[in-house]
């Protein structure tokens, strides 16, 4: 900053006179305008940004429209994590859809036939030894399936079995959980529900670096096979995750508030079925820049319920300047930016809820030219006059 003349008023105005004293001043604010004694630039709100780029011929977004697009993007998602919510309660429990696959234990009964009732684990060739019967094929098969087959064996030494089998223990077909949480890996599923916070916690629970959203990404959606979820293809999931900026939306999975989640917005918490070869995703929650007018510009930490009012309390404030019915949220999405203007009195009355902010995103307060004109004026006399804060007569 370039550092400005002291001069005593009384002094100026025995020698020159309040003429010429004014006449010195406004010299001054004129040279401290030229100069860029204005510690801080112009932050131009979006409404201006829009109009010089329409003059010029270029073709942008109104507010209304960002406004529009940046909601959409998570309306979308909140639709595809319905239909899939349908769709999976529609098909019924996970024993009810479950493949049996290698390392999953079964679990049989036949009536009155207590030497039959045994526990016997699914070998890596595929098949389950039983006592009587000796191997029987079960990889592929649902409970029924492989009960049907059982009872088939038997009723060679066994008129009208009746029989019951069960996988007591799944040990076979895995979900994924990565990202922040304290233990990430692949976990098989368990014979009671399996909902994303179950699985999340088999991960030893979110880390003190996780974002305020996970991400889902269905076995439906993904290429590998939903029998066998090792490190080789977690690894292999994440890079397609990691590459779904050139891939279709369905590919990249379902992003689900935490607080939907955990049932803090007012609702339930989801309950959604996991299935075997699902991934869970749990980002980190990582920076966010705040700009413009607020005390102090930079990035700050994002924790998991950080919203717009607390990165700008967490920039110690806005300032006089500060064109409060413009500020922006810029968020960078695929292969465009979403933008969001905001009055900041709407969030404190409530009649707009707070915006919680995400990893990357800018939050942009701009300047009020009007308010800006007069606190640069005011600071360019207080350092003129040697009133200003830091400035020491000499």
């Known amino acids: 900053m370039i550092s400005c003349l002291y001069l005593d008023p009384d002094t100026l105005q025995k020698r020159w006179g309040l003429r010429q004293f004014l006449s010195l001043m406004m010299s001054g604010l004129l040279a401290l305008g030229v100069l860029g004694c204005a510690q801080r630039s112009i932050t131009k709100p979006r409404s201006e940004l829009i109009s010089d780029a329409r003059s010029s011929g270029m073709p942008v977004r109104s507010i209304a429209e960002d406004r529009e697009l940046f909601f959409l993007k998570s309306e979308e998602q909140n639709t595809r994590l319905q239909q899939l919510l349908f769709r999976r309660l529609s098909a019924g429990s996970i024993?009810?859809?479950?493949?049996?696959?290698?390392?999953?234990?079964?679990?049989?009964?036949?009536?009155?036939?207590?030497?039959?009732?045994?526990?016997?684990?699914?070998?890596?060739?595929?098949?389950?030894?039983?006592?009587?019967?000796?191997?029987?094929?079960?990889?592929?098969?649902?409970?029924?399936?492989?009960?049907?087959?059982?009872?088939?064996?038997?009723?060679?030494?066994?008129?009208?079995?009746?029989?019951?089998?069960?996988?007591?223990?799944?040990?076979?077909?895995?979900?994924?959980?990565?990202?922040?949480v304290e233990k990430p890996g692949s976990f098989p599923l368990e014979k009671s529900s399996n909902t994303l916070m179950e699985l999340v916690s088999r991960a030893g629970g979110l880390?003190?670096?996780?974002?305020?959203?996970?991400?889902?990404?269905?076995?439906?959606y993904s290429?590998?096979?939903?029998?066998?979820?090792?490190?080789?293809?977690?690894?292999?999931?994440?890079?397609?995750?990691?590459?779904?900026?050139?891939?279709?939306?369905?590919?990249?999975?379902?992003?689900?508030?935490?607080?939907?989640?955990?049932?803090?917005?007012?609702?339930?918490?989801?309950?959604?079925?996991?299935?075997?070869?699902d991934m869970i995703i749990v980002p980190q929650a990582?920076?966010?820049?705040?700009?413009?007018?607020?005390?102090?510009?930079?990035?700050?930490?994002?924790?998991?319920?950080?919203?717009?009012?607390?990165?700008?309390?967490?920039?110690?404030?806005?300032?006089?300047?500060?064109?409060?019915?413009?500020?922006?949220?810029?968020?960078?999405?695929?292969?465009?930016?979403?933008?969001?203007?905001?009055?900041?009195?709407?969030?404190?009355?409530?009649?707009?809820g707070d915006i919680p902010l995400r990893n990357g995103d800018i939050v942009r307060v701009p300047s009020d030219s009007s308010r800006r004109l007069r606190t640069d004026t005011f600071e360019s006399i207080s350092r003129l006059v040697g009133v200003g804060v830091g400035v020491s007569p000499r």
């Open 95 to 180: 024993n009810d859809v479950y493949r049996i696959g290698a390392g999953d234990v079964v679990k049989l009964n036949v009536f009155d036939v207590e030497e039959l009732d045994v526990e016997a684990r699914v070998r890596e060739s595929g098949d389950v030894v039983i006592p009587l019967i000796g191997s029987v094929d079960a990889v592929g098969l649902t409970e029924h399936d492989l009960q049907e087959r059982i009872a088939g064996r038997l009723s060679e030494f066994i008129r009208s079995p009746r029989v019951s089998v069960y996988v007591s223990a799944f040990g076979s077909q895995k979900v994924a959980v990565i990202g922040a």
């Open 207 to 220: 880390s003190d670096k996780a974002a305020n959203y996970l991400k889902l990404v269905p076995a439906e």
């Open 223 to 277: 290429t590998q096979s939903e029998f066998a979820l090792g490190a080789g293809d977690v690894r292999a999931q994440l890079n397609q995750f990691q590459r779904a900026g050139s891939q279709p939306p369905e590919r990249a999975g379902i992003e689900i508030p935490l607080d939907s989640v955990l049932g803090l917005s007012g609702s339930a918490p989801l309950e959604m079925p996991i299935r075997p070869g």
């Open 286 to 352: 990582g920076q966010v820049l705040v700009e413009g007018e607020v005390e102090n510009r930079g990035s700050y930490a994002l924790g998991q319920r950080t919203t717009l009012l607390g990165a700008l309390a967490a920039a110690g404030g806005i300032t006089y300047s500060a064109k409060i019915d413009e500020v922006e949220i810029i968020r960078p999405d695929v292969n465009q930016k979403l933008r969001l203007v905001l009055n900041l009195e709407d969030l404190v009355s409530g009649d707009q």
